[in-house]
């Protein structure tokens, strides 16, 4: 690789650096190809982009932004994942292989300048997707109105049923 292609690769992972809320880092060394490109389409319907990644550029690529604290963690053969929409959703994709895949390992990862172990990736795995988080909030907004509702239309409901239960008993007398 030349000065320029390294360059130009730095530009790029600067980019993803700064655009991408959370990185996942990973080890595959001793993953077959077929796997990997298994693993590749898994992330791709994800909304995932999973890069392998020179630990020197990467380096380079993050010096001076929130993601320097991966520096630590880049020794070995290492690919990064990211998704520019869903922090969570690269971790939830590299933990599931990491399961399935013996030598495909999470190190760790960041989000929003944090270092995360392994452990740290698992809670970020758990976290709710931008979709369920517009739901809940949206059920959350519903609620109070729908409730008031509710409440308003109790009391008339209420004297039409105590009304019904006259009318019939005074026909009931009147046969």
Do not use: W
């Not at 959370?22 to 590749?40: H, N, P, Y």
């Not at 599931?96 to 452990?119: P, R, T, W, Y």
């Amino acid at each position: 690789m030349n000065r320029v292609q390294k360059d130009t690769q730095i530009k790029y992972l600067k980019e993803v650096v700064e655009v991408a809320p959370s990185l996942v880092l990973i080890d595959f060394k001793g993953v077959d190809v077929e796997t990997i490109t298994r693993i590749r389409r898994e992330f791709r319907e994800a909304n995932c982009e999973y890069k392998v990644i020179k630990n020197t550029l990467l380096a380079n690529a993050v010096t001076d932004t929130p993601a320097e604290v991966l520096k630590p963690l880049l020794h070995g053969p290492v690919a990064i994942a990211y998704s520019k929409e869903d922090p969570a959703a690269p971790a939830r994709v590299a933990l599931k292989n990491d399961k399935e895949v013996e030598s495909f390992e999470v190190k760790g990862g960041c989000i929003d300048g944090d270092l995360l172990d392994k452990e740290g990736v698992v809670t970020l795995s758990k976290m709710p997707s931008k979709q369920e988080l517009r739901a809940t909030l949206l059920a959350t907004m519903l609620a109070v109105p729908q409730g008031l509702l509710r409440l308003m239309l109790a009391a008339p409901q209420r004297m039409l049923l105590v009304l019904d239960a006259k009318k019939r008993q005074m026909e009931e007398t009147n046969e």
